[in-house]
């Protein structure tokens, strides 16, 4: 009996692991039912579709996802930088044809690699401009259009014979605290999520998304418990006419792993309604992470089930509910055809998607000079990766200075630097930016760099806003991607 509830238990989780091959643990547990694995960065090495098949070869219904979204999000050009456009790009251009062709080049290249469950779109409409983790990861702040984006990329992934998986459900949109640090609360009231955040989820159900994932936020007209463990929250996805398979947000986010734990978070997200358990990326505690960091948090929310079954308060099932779930779902998709799509021009959608504030200044240097001040990366989003400011400087310099984290003399002696280096060598000054909206150290530091070099411009990758106002030319990209910085890039030496 134990070790048939054991297998059950592994029908419905879904850990990370370290390294880019298989560790021993995982094959052993996808033989003995594992539902599959999630890809991360540590993962990509020189053959991940090698790696997808000896996973597939221990459990042919394996699902493998990949946190994939374009932009300012990418585990398979981690190293580089993603060549996709991001939410925000596409949300902006608003061309809908657009948005269904990044996601089929999206499907091509989860499928490339061997994987068949991609973790997007974003469906949160991003209402509070200071949100830290979704941002420009989202199609905007408009609850139609992004609903009509969701759909598209929907259709276009799944196009191309590989599942989608919306999040977060039910809107990560207005928050101003990371779930992966802390755990957000949304103080709306049950009309505003309605009429605001849940059309998107909504849209994609109708449109036959496989999977929705959930969120670890708090809506207190709804409950203490966040949305991941919350019935009467993921219950409104079943009145809603879903069938498919809900997955937790990451359940080693501190959300979780602070409050109830792995375990008692795995337990107590099926007892809610959840299908699939994604246990998160082992690489996360950084120092702190212990060399089977992957396998101790397998274990940890394996437990926690088995012991929720042995208690009662997790019914057999409801558990082979959830298992059957996500079977079908393995099925589909090994019996799926991955679909061509045609090439992507990335490059002209990214190009039409930035826009200006202010004159450029003529294009008269070959290279740039720029004062990379963004804010550190989060564990969710790459933003200050050092690909998007070298892939901007490519010929030219580059001096980091995140202000959140430097004293004023230091940031004075980055820009100090920059202008010297730009007048030696004719390049142009470029202040590269991503909190305008919310950082007042950003935007001072525009204001030293205007009163050092008047023809500057500042380069924003994160969320536009039309209520900052500059004493330079803005050019908003919307993306902390390599294609982002690449089309910038042109378009500043380009420009006329």
Do not use: Y
């Given at each position: 009996m134990t070790d048939e509830l054991t297998r059950l238990a592994n029908g419905v989780l879904w850990p990370g692991f370290l390294g880019t091959q298989a560790p021993s643990w995982l094959t052993e547990e996808l033989q003995n039912g594992l539902a599959g694995v999630v890809y991360f960065a540590q993962n990509m090495g020189p053959d991940v579709a090698a790696l997808s098949a000896e996973l597939r070869a221990a459990n042919p219904r394996v699902l493998i996802g990949v946190d994939e979204e374009g932009g300012s999000v990418t585990r398979l050009e981690a190293?580089?930088?993603?060549?996709?456009?991001?939410?925000?790009?596409?949300?902006?251009?608003?061309?809908?044809?657009?948005?269904?062709?990044?996601?089929?080049?999206?499907?091509?290249?989860?499928?490339?690699?061997?994987?068949?469950?991609?973790?997007?779109?974003?469906?949160?409409?991003?209402?509070?401009?200071?949100?830290?983790?979704?941002?420009?990861?989202?199609?905007?702040?408009?609850?139609?259009?992004?609903?009509?984006?969701?759909?598209?990329?929907?259709?276009?992934?799944?196009?191309?014979?590989?599942?989608?998986?919306?999040?977060?459900?039910?809107?990560?949109?207005?928050?101003?605290?990371?779930?992966?640090?802390?755990?957000?609360?949304?103080?709306?009231?049950?009309?505003?999520?309605?009429?605001?955040?849940?059309?998107?989820?909504?849209?994609?159900?109708?449109?036959?998304?496989?999977?929705?994932?959930?969120?670890?936020?708090?809506?207190?007209?709804?409950?203490?418990?966040?949305?991941?463990?919350?019935?009467?929250?993921?219950?409104?996805?079943?009145?809603?006419?879903?069938?498919?398979?809900?997955?937790?947000?990451?359940?080693?986010?501190?959300?979780?792993?602070?409050?109830?734990?792995?375990?008692?978070?795995?337990?107590?997200?099926?007892?809610?309604?959840?299908?699939?358990?994604?246990?998160?990326?082992?690489?996360?505690?950084?120092p702190a992470m212990l060399p089977d960091q992957d396998e101790r948090d397998f274990h940890a929310a394996r437990d926690g089930i088995l012991a929720a079954l042995r208690d009662g308060s997790l019914s057999r099932e409801r558990l082979e509910e959830a298992v059957a779930r996500v079977a079908r779902l393995g099925e589909k998709l090994a019996a799926a055809e991955v679909a061509q799509s045609e090439v992507l021009d990335a490059a002209e959608i990214v190009a039409r998607a930035l826009s200006v504030q202010g004159a450029l200044p003529a294009a008269s240097a070959s290279a740039l000079s720029v004062i990379d001040a963004r804010t550190r990366s989060t564990l969710a989003v790459d933003s200050a990766a050092a690909y998007v400011g070298e892939t901007l400087a490519e010929g030219g310099f580059r001096v980091r200075v995140d202000t959140t984290e430097v004293s004023p003399e230091e940031t004075s002696a980055a820009i100090a630097e920059a202008v010297r280096v730009a007048s030696e060598r004719d390049l142009q000054v470029i202040a590269l930016v991503d909190r305008l909206h919310s950082s007042a150290a950003q935007r001072d530091l525009v204001a030293q760099v205007a009163l050092a070099a008047s023809d500057a411009v500042v380069v924003n990758v994160g969320l536009a806003s039309a209520q900052t106002e500059l004493p330079l030319p803005l050019l908003d990209v919307r993306a902390a991607s390599r294609i982002g910085a690449a089309v910038a890039r042109e378009r500043l030496i380009g420009a006329s």
């Open positions: 190293g580089s930088g993603s060549t996709l456009p991001g939410a925000a790009q596409l949300g902006v251009l608003n061309d809908l044809a657009a948005t269904r062709a990044t996601g089929a080049e999206l499907a091509r290249r989860v499928a490339a690699a061997g994987a068949n469950v991609v973790l997007a779109p974003v469906a949160d409409v991003n209402t509070d401009p200071r949100n830290p983790v979704i941002g420009v990861r989202a199609f905007g702040s408009d609850t139609e259009e992004v609903s009509a984006h969701v759909v598209a990329s929907v259709e276009g992934i799944q196009g191309g014979g590989i599942a989608a998986c919306v999040k977060h459900f039910p809107g990560h949109g207005d928050t101003h605290l990371d779930s992966h640090h802390a755990l957000p609360s949304i103080d709306l009231t049950p009309a505003e999520i309605e009429r605001d955040h849940l059309p998107p989820f909504r849209a994609a159900i109708a449109a036959g998304v496989d999977s929705i994932m959930t969120a670890h936020i708090v809506v207190p007209a709804w409950g203490e418990q966040p949305a991941t463990l919350n019935a009467d929250v993921l219950g409104m996805l079943r009145r809603d006419g879903f069938e498919g398979v809900i997955i937790t947000d990451a359940l080693d986010m501190a959300a979780i792993r602070e409050s109830v734990g792995i375990g008692g978070g795995a337990a107590q997200a099926l007892i809610a309604g959840v299908d699939l358990i994604c246990i998160g990326n082992p690489t996360n505690p950084g």
